[in-house]
């Protein structure tokens, strides 16, 4: 037990009061319980002390519960990051061992064998190594419980949000005339600047392209310093640090980032384009260096970036076969279809063409009339690559290899000028459009062909270029004013439906055999009126005679003047005729005359 005192002093008296506890009671929680009110003391007022004191007059004083914070703005310098890498070397061998050579290896992994610590270390990792097989091979660690339940969709309304805006860093703003996405990742954009219009370049302006980080809007991460302002820009798909670009004066122009930023191959003036290279595009090849251009000139140029001395192949855009090309300004090619190309016209007309034709004249497969302006962007279904988009005019329409005639789906005309266009990487149904009032308007044919799912207005200026990264999350809009956008589409845009694929297919095809059938009936009507112009020609015009006819119409003017000459010579045998059947009659008169005065004179 624990004894403790408590001593209270006082002027007059001293209190003691002495409690016990047990010690283990120590350190418990205290128990209370209900009881009735008590009065301690009552103090009663005294009147007296009233007399003392005024009444303070009334007032209002204001307090707040939260504490009081200032607020504070400053402009901090952004961090800049750089990427840098290292040569991994194998390790972990002793010093006398070189693990390039395989002899060394091989004498030291017989000496590690033979040791007994390493075959008790190897008995020991069997035995565990055993029973996690024999636990998989119990248990199906990849089996699905639930394998025709699907992901239920939210069905979120269709959105685009802002993530950054990269500027031209130059003093004289120029358009970025063509975005291309990092392949490995959507980390960088490669984005041309220049001045399209004709002499409409002011002085002093650069000339240098810039390579963006996403993640970084104020300085771009690589500079790209070309002979003369690119047109067009292209990452290599099979090697990420290799980028083709068409520029303004006709050249074609190699860079590879691991040797500065000037071009490392250049074609030669007089091998290459005499316009603008407004496209380049890479090739599927073994190599992955084939690439072709296209430009205004009506040429279109196969180059080997190895050796850009010359093309190696060259087509002339000829379809009338006229002698003079048809300006080119936008090109497609799918890998899937290594052969076949297609090429966009200033003229409005898409060009197909096949690569690996027999003779030069059958390289030029077909020609659709898509546009009554230039066509802008040209590019195939990813999923169903018979069926290709083109964007011109104030329409985008996307057409089927098999009708040549007409579009199978066309949008309504816009009131602004569409400048550029492609399709959705993951969604077959949805296809992008940019117009020259800043607008981007993405379109899906399985809900809305009328009118565009979403439209949003990216900057004040044209939009020039538009290109969507692989995974269909980010869209880059490259603006006149040298802005480069990047917006993020919501998950509505860019997330795959289980069946939509299998929808997109159905009324893909189901356009197009209503679009045969229409073109086989104005096709029947076409010749229907042919026909029936034809035979009202033939009616009006005289017929030529057969033979058989000749010699029936000679047969009949033979019987017609037969039988005219027959009536001619008729009155005179009737006059004849007559003349003798009268002459009896009047001798008999002339007798009966003479007669008469004999009969007079008997009388």
Same mark, same amino acid.
């Given at each position: 037990?624990?004894?403790?005192a408590l001593h209270l002093t006082?002027?007059?008296?001293?209190?003691?009061?002495?409690?016990?506890?047990k010690?283990?009671?120590?350190?418990?929680?205290?128990?209370f319980?209900?009881r009735?009110?008590?009065?301690?003391?009552d103090?009663t007022?005294?009147?007296?002390?009233k007399?003392m004191?005024i009444? !303070?007059d009334?007032a209002?004083n204001?307090?707040?519960?939260?504490?009081?914070?200032?607020?504070?703005?400053?402009?901090?310098?952004?961090f800049e990051?750089?990427?840098?890498?290292i040569n991994?070397t194998?390790?972990g061998w002793?010093?006398?061992?070189d693990?390039?050579e395989?002899?060394?290896v091989?004498?030291y992994?017989?000496?590690i %064998?033979?040791?007994?610590s390493?075959?008790?270390?190897? *008995?020991?990792?069997?035995a565990?190594?055993?029973h996690?097989?024999k636990?998989n091979?119990?248990?199906?660690?990849?089996?699905?419980?639930?394998?025709?339940s699907t992901?239920d969709?939210?069905l979120?309304?269709?959105?685009?949000?802002t993530?950054n805006?990269?500027?031209d860093p130059?003093?004289?703003?120029?358009a970025a005339?063509?975005?291309s996405?990092?392949?490995?990742?959507? !980390?960088?954009l490669?984005?041309? +600047?220049?001045?399209?219009?004709?002499?409409?370049?002011p002085d002093?302006v650069?000339?240098?392209?810039?390579?963006?980080d996403?993640?970084?809007?104020?300085?771009?991460?690589?500079t790209?310093t070309?002979s003369?302002?690119l047109?067009? *820009?292209?990452?290599?798909?099979k090697d990420?640090?290799v980028l083709v670009g068409g520029? +303004?004066?006709?050249?074609?122009?190699?860079w590879?980032?691991?040797?500065?930023?000037?071009p490392v191959?250049l074609s030669?003036?007089?091998?290459?384009? !005499?316009?603008?290279?407004?496209?380049t595009?890479?090739?599927q090849?073994?190599?992955g260096?084939?690439?072709?251009?296209?430009?205004t000139d009506?040429?279109?140029?196969?180059?080997d970036?190895?050796?850009?001395?010359?093309?190696?192949?060259?087509l002339?855009?000829?379809v009338?076969?006229?002698?003079?090309g048809l300006? $080119? $300004?936008?090109?497609?090619?799918?890998?899937?279809m290594?052969t076949?190309?297609?090429?966009?016209?200033e003229?409005?007309?898409v060009?197909a063409?096949n690569?690996?034709a027999?003779n030069?004249?059958?390289r030029?497969?077909a020609? +659709?009339?898509?546009?009554?302006?230039?066509?802008?962007?040209?590019?195939?279904?990813p999923?169903?690559?018979?069926?290709?988009l083109s964007?011109?005019?104030?329409t985008?329409r996307v057409?089927?290899?098999?009708?040549?005639?007409?579009?199978?789906i066309?949008t309504?005309p816009s009131?602004?000028?569409?400048?550029?266009?492609c399709w959705?990487?993951t969604?077959?149904?949805?296809f $992008?459009?940019?117009?020259?009032?800043g607008?981007?308007d993405?379109?899906d044919?399985?809900f809305?062909?009328?009118?565009p799912? *979403?439209?949003?207005?990216v900057c004040e200026?044209?939009?020039?270029?538009?290109r969507m990264?692989?995974?269909?999350r980010?869209?880059?809009c490259?603006?006149e004013?040298?802005?480069?956008?990047l917006l993020e589409l919501?998950e509505?845009?860019?997330?795959?439906?289980?069946?939509e694929?299998?929808?997109?297919?159905?009324?893909?095809?189901?356009d197009t055999?209503?679009?045969?059938?229409?073109?086989s009936?104005?096709r029947?009507?076409?010749l229907?009126?042919?026909?029936? !112009?034809?035979?009202?020609?033939?009616r009006d015009e005289?017929?030529?005679?057969?033979?058989?006819?000749?010699a029936?119409?000679?047969a009949e003017?033979?019987?017609f003047?037969?039988?005219?000459?027959?009536?001619?010579?008729?009155?005179v045998a009737v006059a004849?005729?007559?003349?003798?059947?009268s002459?009896p009659?009047a001798a008999?008169?002339?007798?009966a005359?003479?007669? %008469?005065p004999?009969a007079?004179a008997d009388?």
């Open positions: 037990q624990h004894r403790a006082t002027k007059m008296v001293d209190i003691v009061y002495v409690y016990q506890r010690r283990r009671d120590f350190g418990r929680h205290g128990y319980s209900d009735n009110a008590e009065l301690i003391v103090i007022p005294d009147e007296s002390q007399e004191y009444e !303070r009334s209002e204001a307090v707040q519960n939260t504490k009081e914070f200032s607020e504070h703005e400053v402009n901090t310098e952004r990051t750089s990427t840098t890498g991994h194998e390790g002793p010093k006398d061992v693990p390039n395989v002899e060394h091989m004498r992994r017989k000496k %064998e033979k040791d007994e390493y075959v008790q270390a190897i *008995l020991h990792l069997g565990t190594v055993e996690c097989i636990q091979n119990a248990i199906d660690i990849y089996e699905d419980y639930f394998p025709a992901s969709l939210v979120e309304p269709p959105s685009a949000r993530i805006v990269y500027k130059n003093a004289i703003k120029r005339t063509s975005i996405w990092y392949p490995d990742g959507a !980390r960088k490669a984005v041309a +600047y220049s001045v399209t219009k004709f002499q409409g370049s002093n650069s000339l240098n392209s810039y390579i963006w996403i993640e970084s809007p104020t300085t771009p991460e690589h790209l070309p003369s302002p047109v067009s *820009l292209e990452y290599n798909p990420v640090h520029q +303004y004066n006709g050249q074609v122009a190699v590879d980032l691991r040797r500065g930023m000037r191959e030669t003036i007089e091998k290459s384009h !005499r316009d603008p290279v407004f496209k595009r890479f090739l090849s073994k190599t260096t084939e690439c072709f251009s296209c430009s009506g040429q279109v140029l196969w180059w970036i190895r050796n850009m001395a010359e093309p190696t192949e060259t002339l855009v000829d009338d076969k006229s002698g003079r300006g $080119c $300004c936008a090109l497609e090619f799918e890998g899937t290594p076949k190309f297609m090429v966009g016209t003229q409005g007309s060009v063409g690569r690996k027999k030069p004249g059958e030029i497969v020609t +659709y009339p898509a546009h009554v302006g230039p066509v802008y962007a040209l590019e195939r279904n999923f169903f690559t018979k069926f290709f964007v011109g005019d104030w985008a057409w089927c290899e098999d009708i040549r005639e007409s579009p199978i066309s309504p009131r602004s000028y569409l400048t550029d266009g959705s990487p969604r077959p149904g949805v $992008c459009t940019s117009r020259s009032d607008y981007l993405v379109w044919i399985l809305h062909r009328t009118s799912t *979403l439209s949003v207005q200026s044209p939009i020039s270029s538009l990264q692989e995974q269909g980010y869209v880059a490259g603006a004013d040298g802005s480069v956008t919501g509505g845009l860019h997330r795959l439906a289980p069946s694929k299998p929808a997109v297919s159905a009324a893909l095809d189901r055999a209503r679009e045969k059938l229409l073109i009936r104005m029947e009507i076409a229907n009126q042919k026909q029936e !112009r034809a035979r009202s020609a033939k005289p017929a030529e005679d057969t033979p058989e006819e000749e029936l119409k000679a003017e033979a019987f003047s037969a039988l005219d000459d027959t009536k001619q010579k008729r009155p004849e005729e007559k003349q003798e059947s002459a009659a008999a008169a002339a007798e005359e003479a007669d %008469e004999d007079e009388e």
